[in-house]
């Protein structure tokens, strides 16, 4: 125990007689940090264009002779590093219900965006089966 009492006493004298100066340094340092984005574009999951249906319901005989419009919420969510196209095909030259055939081209396709978010220029499209830019320019 006179021993604890005296390395006590010890340890309490060197810290009061000793002597230690501290000094704070002010400096700056710089890191250049380099982030690599590897081209990058997909179609979001939440797009209702991915497994979805656009449905045209034709009851009376004035529904065949106007035109009809439906718009799709979210139709089209894209992510991309770099600015894109969207462009649109048929799959064929017409629409097919067993033996009765629709040309494709009497459907117009339009991005709309009054809710949405995506730039660039924005192009109505008679559809057809060749590639045609619905979309041209939208930023990433």
């Given amino acids: 125990m006179k021993k604890l009492i005296a390395l006590a006493a010890l340890t309490i004298g060197s810290t009061l007689l000793g002597t230690n100066n501290v000094y704070a340094q002010n400096t700056t340092d710089t890191t250049t940090v380099n982030i690599t984005l590897n ?32 718009t799709k919420a979210n139709s089209l969510k894209v992510t991309s590093t770099k600015n894109f196209n969207v462009k649109v095909k048929a799959g064929g030259a017409n629409f097919m219900n067993g033996t009765n055939l629709i040309p494709v081209n009497v459907l117009t396709i339009k991005a709309a965006s009054a809710s949405g978010t995506m730039g660039g220029t924005k192009n109505a499209v008679v559809l057809s089966a060749t590639d045609q830019n619905l979309v041209t320019n939208a930023p990433l």
């Fill in 39 to 70: 081209d990058v574009i997909s179609i979001d999951a939440g797009s209702t264009a991915i497994g979805n249906t656009v449905d045209f319901n034709y009851a009376t005989a004035a529904d065949y002779n106007s035109d009809q419009t439906i």
